[in-house]
């Protein structure tokens, strides 16, 4: 008899990383079985409704088909990122725009734009976990730079940033404000980094998602203020928590060098054309909401960021700097294996049958070993919720350590 084989899959599709924050919903999905409650403190998602106008926007603006729109994205909307960009004093032309399916998307076009296969790109960890499943997609190794909590999560010097860079190494990534830390680079920590890839003949490759969102007076720095890189920046965004709209898979990419962007546009033209009903969506939001609007929702974020800091700043072995931006925190706990306390905390605690789920921060760097006693904190909830959350939390903690 002949033994059947089977084909075995791809060396991408074994080595791709499981999302540290999507990896425990299976336990999250038996505990809300089981009747419990959960506060979700594991994910980027907020609780600030979608703009009501968003909708109207959309139904006000249906096509008798819903056709295939341009690759690069409506023009209308990328006029409106434009205008987005000029009422921060940043000279962004329409043509500089493409639209992409969610932030996820230009990251990846962003790493296959400038790498080939087996290139290096130089990050800072801890980072956005799913860099890493992108730099898998694209054929690209991370190469990390740790950042410490001693000091925020700020750049370390040069010579440590410079040590990381190899023959293979095309681009510097930042992701400010920083997901999973909540840091805000300074100005002078843009432009250092812009001076080193200007140096090393690098590309700066910058995740600006969270730009709006920074707290106590500061101001965000964008790689695109700093003068003599135009050719080798990329931004990449979002509207997905600018407008709390994670579900339209809508974001877009600036990039002023036209060679990359003709590159860009081809990998756009493969995939067809980013979601059109969200585009209608985003280009009113664009249009008409302005610093009110961003205003208010970074109050509301920095006084959850405040509960943070009241409610876990008296717990124990619980250690963490005050978050300047985004809405995640990076936070040390007194136990060894945080991937097993997140689990526990699922599977075997409740407190008057609701628990906390929280985000195990080994899966936010590259380099093993690092995150073990971390986890990440999304102040996503509104402040009662948190409150609650972070309670359960500071018991369950007492509990797995007696």
Same mark, same amino acid.
């Given at each position: ?14 080595? &791709?990383?499981?999302?540290? &924050? ?36 959309? !139904? ?7 056709? +295939? ?15 987005? +960009?000029?009422? =921060? ?38 980072? +956005?976990?799913?860099?890493? #499943? ?20 700020? *750049? ?6 410079? %040590? ?57 720095? %964008?790689? *695109? ?39 860009? *546009? ?16 985003? &280009? ?18 920095? %006084?959850?960021?405040?509960?943070? *800091? ?6 124990? #072995? ?23 306390? =997140? ?21 936010? +760097?590259? !380099? ?20 609650? =959350?972070?309670?359960?939390? #500071? ?8």
């Amino acid at each position: 008899m002949t033994r059947m084989t089977v084909p075995h899959s791809s060396r991408r599709a074994r080595e &791709i990383q499981e999302s540290p &924050i999507r990896k425990l919903a299976p336990l999250a999905d038996a505990a809300t079985a089981k009747g419990t409650r959960i506060f979700h403190l594991n994910i980027g998602q907020p609780d600030i409704p979608t703009p009501p106008d968003y909708w109207s926007a959309i !139904t006000s603006q249906l096509p008798p088909v819903l056709a +295939y729109g341009p690759s690069n994205g409506l023009p209308d909307l990328r006029k409106a990122i434009s205008g987005y +960009y000029g009422r =921060a004093g940043i000279d962004v032309a329409p043509e500089e725009v493409l639209i992409t399916t969610g932030g996820s998307e230009a990251v990846v076009f962003a790493m296959m734009a400038v790498c080939d296969e087996g290139d290096e790109v130089v990050c800072f960890e801890p980072f +956005y976990t799913n860099y890493n #499943g992108f730099a898998t997609m694209a054929g690209v190794r991370l190469v990390p730079v740790t950042s410490s909590p001693d000091d925020g999560f700020h *750049l370390p010097d040069d010579e440590a940033i410079e %040590s990381r860079i190899g023959d293979r190494t095309r681009a510097l990534l930042i992701c400010n404000p920083n997901n999973p830390t909540g840091t805000v680079l300074k100005r002078e920590e843009v432009e250092r980094l812009a001076e080193i890839a200007k140096r090393r003949n690098l590309f700066l490759l910058a995740d600006e998602v969270y730009r709006d969102f920074v707290f106590d007076g500061r101001s965000h720095a %964008s790689v *695109l203020e700093v003068s003599g890189c135009k050719d080798s920046v990329i931004v990449m965004d979002s509207i997905s928590k600018r407008f709390s709209s994670c579900g339209a898979r809508l974001g877009d990419m600036v990039v002023r060098n036209p060679e990359l962007m003709a590159g860009i *546009l081809k990998f756009a033209q493969a995939r067809l054309c980013p979601p059109t009903l969200a585009q209608f969506g985003a &280009i009113y939001m664009y249009d008409h909401l302005g610093e009110d609007y961003f205003s208010g929702v970074t109050s509301t974020y920095q %006084s959850r960021r405040d509960v943070l *800091l009241e409610c876990l700043s008296g717990v124990e #072995g619980v250690f963490f700097q005050k978050p300047e931006g985004a809405f995640y925190a990076m936070v040390g706990l007194p136990v060894d294996d945080t991937d097993d306390f =997140a689990a526990w905390l699922l599977r075997d605690f409740s407190d008057a049958g609701e628990t906390t789920m929280v985000a195990p921060g080994a899966g936010f +760097y590259a !380099t093993p070993g690092l995150g073990k006693n971390e986890i990440r904190i999304a102040y996503v909830l509104e402040e009662a919720r948190m409150r609650r =959350a972070l309670e359960i939390l #500071g018991r369950g903690l007492a509990a797995y350590g007696a």
